[in-house]
């Protein structure tokens, strides 16, 4: 059963339904320039991040593991082991060789040696290329390439495919989720099937930073919008992805232990949800 502890910090830890555990607040690296990808990761690392989600669509997946693995060499005391980095396939193929050779192309772009949760990035391509695809991230599990596998942007209908059809079941399913857009549907048909939801653009991309609701909550709990939005995700037991590129705001964005959301609070943003797509959504596609 895939748990969330009830302590948010960079260090917390959430277990995976497949036995392993991966960083409870993690950093988005997506609509970063392969410098401030670099240069992030660096800053977010001495912060304390220890989760990265990166992706073969954001084309910094060298920078992000350039950054990760000259942090490794030079600070003693962290161990690849601490590290957890995922990236994503861009599409999904009915070629499981094309599937196959894209996933090793990753692994060796970041330089880590192997990757530790790799997502396919969204159910587009139909189900064959989706189950073809799957096969191929199940056999870079067993061949030691990744550690952990899910998938993205998955609707109901989606998920119910590959746990139908999959060998090695998928532990996450990354998700476009906050109070705008809380995806509830989805949510609890992960949740059915053990499956840990990461939260997607948590921040709701900077675009309700100014939401009568998300002002006076911050008001009352004394902190940001931002700390507001994580800790939503947070007591939902999603793991958050804030994207930043600026170290004040990777520490802001984080440093969310010192409230905690009443049930009552955490309805009232459920009842902003509006539907708000920021980027895409693939999730009803055929
Ligand atoms: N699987 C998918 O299809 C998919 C799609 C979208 C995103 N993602 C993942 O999820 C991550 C997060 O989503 P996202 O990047 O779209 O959006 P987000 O994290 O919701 O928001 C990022 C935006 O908020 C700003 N921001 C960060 N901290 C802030 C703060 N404390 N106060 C005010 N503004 C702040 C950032 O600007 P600065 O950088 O200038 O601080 C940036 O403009 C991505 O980076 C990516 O890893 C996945």
């Not at 917390?12 to 392969?34: C, E, F, N």
Request: charged share 25%.
């Amino acid at each position: 059963m895939a748990s969330v502890s009830t302590k948010y910090t960079l260090a917390s830890r959430v277990k995976l339904a497949d036995g392993r555990t991966m960083p409870q607040i993690q950093l988005g690296l997506y609509m970063m320039s392969r410098t401030e990808a670099q240069k992030s990761v660096s800053a977010a690392l001495a912060v304390g991040y220890r989760g990265f989600d990166c992706a073969q669509m954001y084309h910094n997946e060298r920078e992000a593991g350039t950054a990760l693995r000259e942090s490794l060499a030079s600070s003693a005391g962290l161990t690849r082991e601490d590290i957890f980095y995922t990236s994503k396939l861009a599409q999904n193929r009915a070629s499981y060789d094309a599937v196959r050779a894209s996933i090793s192309k990753s692994v060796s772009d970041c330089g880590l040696g192997y990757i530790d949760l790799f997502l396919l990035h969204s159910p587009y391509g139909g189900k064959q290329a989706r189950l073809t695809s799957w096969r191929a991230v199940e056999d870079a599990i067993d061949a030691g390439e990744i550690r952990s596998g899910g998938v993205s942007n998955y609707g109901v209908a989606h998920i119910e495919e590959l746990v139908a059809a999959a060998r090695i079941q998928p532990v996450v399913n990354q998700i476009e989720s906050h109070p705008f857009n809380t995806r509830t549907d989805i949510r609890d048909c992960c949740k059915m099937h053990n499956i840990l939801i990461e939260a997607y653009a948590p921040l709701v991309r900077g675009m309700r930073m100014q939401d009568a609701t998300v002002l006076s909550l911050s008001k009352k709990y004394s902190c940001s919008p931002a700390q507001l939005l994580v800790r939503w995700s947070l007591q939902h037991g999603m793991v958050p992805l804030p994207k930043s590129v600026r170290k004040d705001r990777m520490i802001e964005n984080a440093d969310v232990n010192g409230f905690e959301l009443t049930t009552e609070d955490m309805s009232k943003l459920d009842s902003l949800d509006e539907h708000l797509v920021t980027d895409w959504d693939p999730t009803d596609t055929e």
